[in-house]
């Protein structure tokens, strides 16, 4: 199996900025994304931002985010993180970490969530 494990969420000021950490350990053969997402109660889960595996092939970004948040990745670590920057009131949520990734090479590619980790943006 595959473990994911978010860390780094917190509370912080309006146009402060925080960075979180996401590990995936376990059965990995490999991974081929990783991703933040973000949910607030009563809604559905959203895109923050993810990127492929190797690191800097691709990333995709929401909107809301584009400029303030940037995702990396370490292959050698399983590790993705989001540095998030100039934050506002509206980033409160919690956040999510998924790894896309397979246990072998004839098995099929699944998403593995962690448990999320809750960044509050207030004064």
């Known amino acids: 199996q595959v473990q994911v494990v978010e860390s780094g969420g917190g509370l912080v000021q309006p146009g402060g900025s925080l960075r979180l950490s996401c590990a995936a350990s376990?059965?990995?053969?490999?991974?081929?994304?990783l991703g933040w997402y973000r949910q607030a109660p009563g809604k559905q889960r959203e895109l923050v931002a993810s990127?492929?595996?190797?690191?800097?092939?691709?990333?995709n970004y929401a909107d809301s985010v584009k400029g303030r948040f940037t995702i990396s990745s370490d292959n050698a670590k399983n590790t993705v993180y989001m540095q998030m920057n100039s934050l506002k009131n509206e980033d409160t949520d919690v956040y999510y970490c998924?790894?896309?990734?397979?246990?072998?090479?004839?098995?099929?590619?699944?998403?593995?969530w962690g448990q999320g980790t809750k960044v509050t943006v207030s004064s």
């Open positions: 990127t492929t595996n190797p690191s800097g092939v691709s990333a």
């Open positions: 376990g059965s990995i053969f490999s991974i081929s994304s």
């Open positions: 998924k790894v896309v990734a397979r246990t072998a090479a004839w098995r099929i590619w699944n998403d593995y």
